[in-house]
């Protein structure tokens, strides 16, 4: 069980946040942010529902967006995020924004965009490529056929999807690491965790790892390098060691869902990693001195309680554009399937 965690002062829950809207979106997932400059970021989404729904489990995903975004312009969000705007189509509609290929029934396929980057005037998305399975709904069940890197300008932000060497639109494959769940970068490199179910570890989910590429190369996989030996808590003395070729011994920590954020701050001057432990209602923080750890144990700062018995609470992440107070008040957002839309959390540090 992790400990509680001291670095957390407070925590205030906002509620709901991006409703209403003037696109009709009353469900989605998902939520993440890229900084885009300018004083605005990019918001995507996974799943998004129109009009009125009873439960996500009953929903026909044939007919609903895998994929939407919104530009959110630099804001005050103590009291949530207000000021919003959905990238709409000619019929004023959401947008599905990463496209569906020919071979993709959208009942069968869906297309999630996770996280990305800006570098120069063009805006990158890595996103899952998702097979659903039969019978079971996707809160139950899905596989990941993929993880792929779709490109746009940021003036329109149409996404084209780029190919892999292999001439497949998956840069990473099912049994590999879903590189791109979260991204950052520094003046070199743009690092992008990836989740990759252990091998028995534990029961709650994926171990995390770390790639690394130049900004000017991030459309070749080829240059990508992987972090194959890490320290970690049992062996702090290891020295990062990066390599073209991935493998499972540089895994970080586990127990993640999946979607997850990392990032540097400046209050704690360590970087701070948040996700919750599997799909259950503990919201936990890890800290490292540096990226490639050693990562501390998670510990739990909070943990709200669910609402009903098949309630799973996931995409937890912080949203770093947001702090206030030099690093020491934060806001992160996260899904309860109860009402499948993100929630907001201001969570401030000792």
Not at 252 to 257: A, D, E, H, I, R
Not at 302 to 307: E, F, S, V
Not at 341 to 347: C, D, H, M, S, T
């Amino acid at each position: 069980m992790p400990e509680t965690a001291p670095i957390v002062q407070a925590v205030r829950d906002l509620g709901i946040q991006f409703q209403p809207n003037h696109v009709d979106i009353t469900g989605q997932d998902g939520a993440a942010s890229i900084v885009l400059g300018g004083g605005r970021s990019f918001w995507i989404f996974g799943d998004s529902v129109e009009g009125a729904f009873e439960s996500v489990h009953d929903i026909d995903l044939g007919a609903v967006f895998s994929s939407t975004a919104s530009i959110v312009p630099d804001q005050n969000p103590a009291d949530g995020i207000r000021d919003f705007r959905y990238l709409t189509a000619d019929d004023g509609r959401a947008r599905q924004i990463v496209p569906f290929e020919d071979d993709e029934p959208p009942a069968r396929f869906r297309i999630w965009p996770i996280h990305g980057i800006v570098v120069g005037d063009r805006i990158y998305l890595y996103y899952h490529k998702i097979e659903l399975l039969p019978v079971v709904t996707v809160i139950q069940h899905f596989e990941l056929a993929g993880m792929g890197l779709a490109r746009a300008d940021t003036a329109a932000f149409e996404f084209t999807r780029l190919r892999a060497p292999d001439g497949t639109r998956e840069f990473w494959k099912e049994n590999e690491p879903s590189f791109g769940v979260f991204v950052d970068r520094d003046e070199s490199f743009v690092y992008l965790w990836g989740a990759l179910k252990n091998e028995g570890r534990d029961e709650h989910g994926s171990d995390m790892y770390l790639a690394r590429v130049a900004p000017a190369d991030i459309e070749r996989l080829d240059r990508y390098e992987y972090l194959v030996e890490a320290p970690r808590r049992d062996n702090p003395s290891v020295e990062p060691r990066w390599s073209r070729e991935f493998s499972r011994e540089g895994y970080l920590f586990g127990s993640v869902p999946n979607e997850m954020s990392c990032s540097f701050n400046a209050h704690l001057n360590r970087y701070v990693a948040f996700h919750t432990i599997g799909v259950t209602n503990r919201f936990v923080v890890r800290t490292a001195d540096r990226i490639t750890g050693p990562w501390s144990d998670p510990q739990v700062f909070h943990a709200p309680p669910p609402l009903k018995p098949e309630t799973r609470f996931n995409a937890l992440k912080e949203h770093s554009e947001l702090a206030r107070d030099g690093g020491r008040v934060l806001y992160l957002t996260y899904v309860d399937t109860n009402d499948y839309l993100p929630r907001l959390l201001e969570v401030v540090l000792a």
